[in-house]
């Protein structure tokens, strides 16, 4: 959600963190490691004029804690197993101008996932 007014920047970097999210999600599936997952996700939006503003994990696992069982990123080999719970979470963030970030938590499936989250991803302004 944007306050106000959306720039023209800021309406891009929604759409590209969007396009990013999606890809992650598209990724998803029993079987894929979350390093894979993650790359997915990375490489839109460093394909993008915002390449290096993505600066952590796709996402992390759910459990007992808010941060179990792993993350897809980079750097962590994680198998993903059906029945698991993970955030999918990538953003964009530009110093001194602001930060976009899209979430959704997904429940992996043996052919891909289930978002399990509601809330829509079109571009807001209140
Ligand atoms: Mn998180």
Not at 26 to 45: L, M, P, T
């Amino acid at each position: 959600m944007f306050f106000g007014k959306a720039s023209k920047k800021q309406r891009r970097m929604y759409e590209v963190v969007l396009e990013a999210q999606l890809a992650g999600i598209e990724a998803i599936h029993a079987g894929a490691n979350g390093k894979g997952v993650d790359a997915a996700a990375r490489e839109v939006i460093d394909a993008s004029e915002f390449k290096g503003l993505f600066i952590h994990s796709l996402g992390h696992g759910i459990g007992l804690s808010v941060h179990d069982g792993g993350r897809m990123a980079p750097d962590m080999d994680l198998m993903l197993k059906e029945n698991m719970v993970l955030t999918v979470e990538p953003g964009v963030y530009i110093r001194g101008e602001g930060g976009v970030r899209i979430e959704d938590d997904i429940r992996v499936t043996r052919k891909g996932c289930e978002v399990l989250t509601s809330a829509p991803k079109q571009l807001m302004v209140v």
